[in-house]
């Protein structure tokens, strides 16, 4: 069983920065791919941005240019550098672990953080 556990939510100012960190433990496991989601009241759970094994990069149109994935491998450890915040950027994050298939090489079950909360707002 593996946990994630996410950090640094919290009140922030349009245009201001935060820093999002997403730790797993628990278990040894293979990495396929880890990613951010967020969800808004009265909204589904969208993703966010993604950072694969390779250290592949994908986004949201929303955030492109202002939100950057990273990952300390040693660590076990995913970030999310969000900048230029706005208030559409106000939701629950939440952090996803994908783990690899030791028989496929691919995709196999994934593990969710129990989200932080990142308001923006004046």
């Known amino acids: 069983q593996v946990q994630l556990v996410e950090s640094g939510g919290g009140l922030v100012q349009p245009g201001g920065s935060r820093r999002l960190s997403c730790k797993a433990s628990g278990g040894v496991f293979s990495f396929y791919a880890m990613g951010w989601h967020r969800q808004a009241p009265g909204k589904q759970r969208e993703l966010v941005a993604v950072?694969?094994?390779?250290?592949?990069?994908n986004y949201t149109d929303s955030v492109k240019g202002r939100f950057t994935i990273s990952r300390d491998a040693a660590k076990n450890t995913v970030y999310l550098q969000m900048n230029n915040l706005k208030a559409e950027d106000t939701a629950v994050y939440y952090c996803n672990l994908v783990v690899r298939s030791v028989t496929t090489g691919g995709p196999a079950g994934d593990y969710w953080g129990q989200g932080t909360q990142v308001t923006v707002s004046s």
């Open positions: 950072i694969g094994s390779r250290g592949g990069t």
